[in-house]
C-alpha cells in the first residue's frame, strides 16, 4: 500500500471522525474506532494528530469552519442593516433545520471539553471564532449600511449567540417548528433592537 503523508491523511481522518461521532456520538469514537471507519491503522491517528484530544479539536474546528462558511456565504451586499441581519440570522438557523447532527456534534464536544483540560483550549477557541465572526458580520453590516451600533458589535452578537445556543439546544431536545420561528423572529426583533 502506498504512503500517504499526515498532511493528505489528517483531513481523511477528520472526516471520519465526523461521520463516526456524527452517526454514534462522541462516546464512540475512540481513535480505534476512527481508525477502523476509513480503515488505517489506529498507530495513524496518533502519528497524525498525537492525541485523540487533538483530533477531537480539529473536528470542532472543522465542523465549525463549514457552519461559518455557510453563514458567511449567505451575507447579502447590498440589503439594509435590518434585513441583512435577518438574513444571516435565517442562514444561521437554517444550518440548524438541514444539519442538526453537526450542531448536536459540537454541542456534545462542547460538554466534554468542559471537563477535559485538553480539550478547554479548543471549546475557547470555538467560541472565541464564532463570537468574532459574528462581531464581524454585524461590524461589517453596520459599516456597510451607515448603520450607528447602539452597543458594541462583540456586546450584540454575545446576546444573539446566547439566546441562539439555547434555541438551538431546545431544537434539538424538543423540536416545535412553529414556536422555533416565533422565537427566531422574537430574537431577531431583540437584535435589532439592541444594536
Given at each position: 500500500?502506498?504512503?500517504?503523508?499526515?498532511?493528505?491523511?489528517?483531513?481523511?481522518?477528520?472526516?471520519?471522525?465526523?461521520?463516526?461521532?456524527?452517526?454514534?456520538?462522541?462516546?464512540?469514537?475512540?481513535?480505534?474506532?476512527?481508525?477502523?471507519?476509513?480503515g488505517v491503522a489506529q498507530a495513524t491517528v496518533h502519528y497524525t494528530f498525537g492525541t485523540k484530544e487533538d483530533l477531537y479539536r480539529a473536528v470542532m474546528e472543522q465542523v465549525?469552519?463549514?457552519?461559518?462558511?455557510?453563514?458567511?456565504?449567505?451575507?447579502?451586499?447590498?440589503?439594509?442593516?435590518?434585513?441583512?441581519?435577518?438574513?444571516?440570522?435565517?442562514?444561521?438557523?437554517?444550518?440548524?433545520?438541514?444539519?442538526?447532527?453537526?450542531?448536536?456534534?459540537?454541542?456534545?464536544?462542547?460538554?466534554?471539553?468542559?471537563?477535559?483540560?485538553?480539550?478547554?483550549?479548543?471549546?475557547?477557541?470555538?467560541?472565541?471564532?464564532?463570537?468574532?465572526?459574528?462581531?464581524?458580520?454585524?461590524?461589517?453590516?453596520?459599516?456597510?449600511?451607515?448603520?450607528?451600533?447602539?452597543?458594541?458589535?462583540?456586546?450584540?452578537?454575545?446576546?444573539?449567540?446566547?439566546?441562539?445556543?439555547?434555541?438551538?439546544?431546545?431544537?434539538?431536545?424538543?423540536?416545535?417548528?412553529?414556536?422555533?420561528?416565533?422565537?427566531?423572529?422574537?430574537?431577531?426583533?431583540?437584535?435589532?433592537?439592541?444594536?
Amino acid at each position: 500500500m502506498a504512503h500517504v503523508s499526515a498532511a493528505e491523511r489528517r483531513p481523511q481522518l477528520i472526516k471520519a471522525a465526523i461521520d463516526l461521532m456524527t452517526r454514534e456520538g462522541v462516546a464512540a469514537g475512540s481513535t480505534r474506532a476512527i481508525a477502523a471507519e476509513l480503515g488505517v491503522a489506529q498507530a495513524t491517528v496518533h502519528y497524525t494528530f498525537g492525541t485523540k484530544e487533538d483530533l477531537y479539536r480539529a473536528v470542532m474546528e472543522q465542523v465549525t469552519d463549514n457552519l461559518v462558511a455557510q453563514v458567511e456565504r449567505a451575507a447579502p451586499t447590498d440589503a439594509s442593516f435590518e434585513e441583512t441581519v435577518v438574513t444571516l440570522a435565517e442562514a444561521y438557523w437554517r444550518t440548524v433545520i438541514e444539519q442538526p447532527e453537526a450542531h448536536q456534534l459540537l454541542t456534545e464536544l462542547n460538554m466534554l471539553a468542559l471537563r477535559t483540560p485538553h480539550l478547554k483550549e479548543a471549546l475557547h477557541s470555538h467560541y472565541t471564532q464564532v463570537l468574532a465572526v459574528t462581531a464581524k458580520l454585524i461590524s461589517e453590516t453596520a459599516e456597510r449600511t451607515g448603520h450607528q451600533l447602539a452597543q458594541p458589535a462583540e456586546t450584540i452578537a454575545r446576546f444573539f449567540l446566547a439566546g441562539f445556543d439555547g434555541l438551538t439546544m431546545q431544537h434539538l431536545a424538543l423540536p416545535d417548528e412553529e414556536a422555533e420561528r416565533v422565537c427566531l423572529r422574537a430574537l431577531i426583533s431583540a437584535l435589532l433592537a439592541m444594536a
